[in-house]
């Protein structure tokens, strides 16, 4: 089975799907955009009327949605979606750099099918269009999680590659946080490149030192720039536990 992003599930039909899994996917969807931002309460009801659905697959998708840290319920007020903090952005990065190397180096030892190494070289080439000006932040973004679900999928351990998915779906929202705050911070040209030659060439050692150092910029990068928010800038400086 194949774990795809949430946000290449953007526009895909959910006609199949059950009320619940479309107002979890819908929900969930707008905490990750930041349509629905961190700190930002709502209720049951609300939703259910933006959906046009009733309460009760509303109530089973936040269910869902509390077990993933995403919302928290709020006692007889309705639900907030959960902060981004930096202690929790620096776990969750640093969860993905574990990930994502050993999912590198599994992908390079198994070896990636032809049209998988096809898209990832496709992929590669976004940075350097963006730096050129010839595409967007967004779909940058969409590229560099497009290109680690193309390798956690060609690795072949299907709870491998949900756990890595699941760890993109969270990031997504902390990279679109901090591309408001530092929208300079972008991937280098050469970044992805780098990753996809090593696994043409089915080095895994080169792979994983590769995917490394992507996971490891990211990760400065990302709690520089959550750093220079202005929430964090005025929060009160606590006493250190004795």
């Not at 967004?138 to 956690?152: D, H, K, N, Q």
């Not at 060439?201 to 720039?225: P, Y």
Request: aromatic letters at 2%; charged letters at 30%; one cysteine or more.
């Amino acid at each position: 089975m194949v774990h795809i992003p949430a946000l290449l599930l953007v526009g895909t039909d959910e006609v199949d799907l059950d009320r619940t899994t479309q107002a979890y996917r819908a929900i969930r969807r707008q905490i990750i955009d930041l349509t629905l931002p961190p700190g930002s309460s709502f209720s049951e009801a609300s939703l259910a009327r933006q959906w046009h659905i009733s309460k009760t697959p509303v109530r089973e998708a936040l269910a869902r949605l509390r077990r993933d840290g995403l919302v928290d319920a709020l006692p007889r007020a309705g639900y907030v979606v959960s902060p981004i903090t930096l202690q929790d952005t620096d776990d969750l990065c640093a969860l993905r750099t574990v990930l994502s190397v050993e999912a590198a180096a599994t992908a390079a030892r198994r070896g990636v099918e032809a049209p998988a190494l096809e898209r990832l070289d496709a992929l590669a080439k976004v940075p350097f269009a963006l730096a050129a000006g010839e595409v967007g932040l967004e779909e940058s973004l969409r590229a560099g999680i497009e290109f680690e679900a193309v390798i956690a999928a060609a690795g072949g351990n299907n709870r491998f590659g949900k756990a890595i998915v699941d760890v993109l779906d969270e990031l997504e929202r902390v990279l679109r946080m901090a591309a408001l705050i530092a929208p300079e911070a972008v991937s280098p040209p050469g970044e992805l490149k780098a990753v996809s030659e090593r696994l043409r060439e089915r080095d895994a050692d080169g792979t994983r030192e590769a995917m490394r150092r992507r996971c490891e910029r990211v990760h400065r990068d990302v709690l520089q720039a959550l750093a220079k928010s202005v929430s964090v800038s005025r929060a009160p400086i606590e006493m250190p536990a004795p």
